[in-house]
C-alpha cells in the first residue's frame, strides 16, 4: 500500500499546468500505484482558504476510497469559527499550514495556538510545507522558529514538508532530535542516498511519503523509497504504516 500525505488539486499560479483536476489526480495515482493521498485545493493555499476547504471536501466526497481531506486556514480570513468546527467534526484529516502565503507568524498568533491544541486533542497531524514544491524559484520559510512552536505543543504531531538538503535539511534534522512528535514527509528528499542515511540516523518511523503530485512527478515519491537500500520493513513504514499509526 502507498498512502500519499502532501497532495493538491486546481489551478497553479506561476506557470501553466496540466492535469491538477481530481480526475487527472486519479489517473496518476493509479498509474504510479499510490492508493490514497491527502488532498488540499490551491484556492485555499493562494486565495480563499474557506472556499478551498470547500471544493477541498468537494473532492473527497467525490472519491472518499481514494482522497482524504488536508484543511487549511489563515488567522486573518473570515470563517474561523467554521474552520474550527471542520476540524471538530471530519474524521481522518489532517491541517496544513501556509503561513507564507496567508501572512502570519506561526509563533506569534493566538488562533494558531488554539489550532495547534485541538490538533492535539483530536490528533490530528500538521503538516507545514517548508515551501510548496521543490522548485528553488519558489519563497521558503524559515523554519528557525518551529523548535518553540513543536517543544509548546508536545500533544500535536508535526510534519515538515518539502524539505531538501544542507542548511534547511540541518535544521529539520535538530528538529527530529530534539522532539518524538515531528515527522518528515519526503517529496523533496532529493540528496544521494538521502533516505538510507536519514533512516539508518532516526530510523524509518519518522518519515512519510509525500509526492507533491500535482506539482511534482508522483512517480519519483515511491520511486525513492522503494530503490533505497533500507529493508522491506523500513519500506513499508514509510510508505503507508508510519502515516495509518498518526491517523489511528
Known sequence: MILDVNGYFGSWPYWPMKGTDPNAILEKMDRYGIDRVFLNSLRGVFTDPEEGNAETLRAVESCPDRF???LTFSPYHPGYEHFISLLKEKQGCLLKLFPLNHSYQIHEEPRVEEVFNLCGERK????????????WRLPIMNFGSMGGVIEKFPQTHFILGSINYLFE???????????????LETSAMMAYREVEKLVAEFGAERFIHGSCIPLQNPAIGPLKIKDANISDEDKEKILSGNLLKLMG
Do not use: K
Open 68 to 70: 482524504s481531506p488536508a
Open 124 to 135: 490530528i497531524p500538521v503538516l507545514i510545507p517548508y515551501r510548496l514544491m521543490m522548485s
Open 169 to 183: 535539511l540541518q535544521t529539520a534534522r535538530s528538529l527530529l532530535r530534539r522532539f518524538s512528535n515531528t515527522s
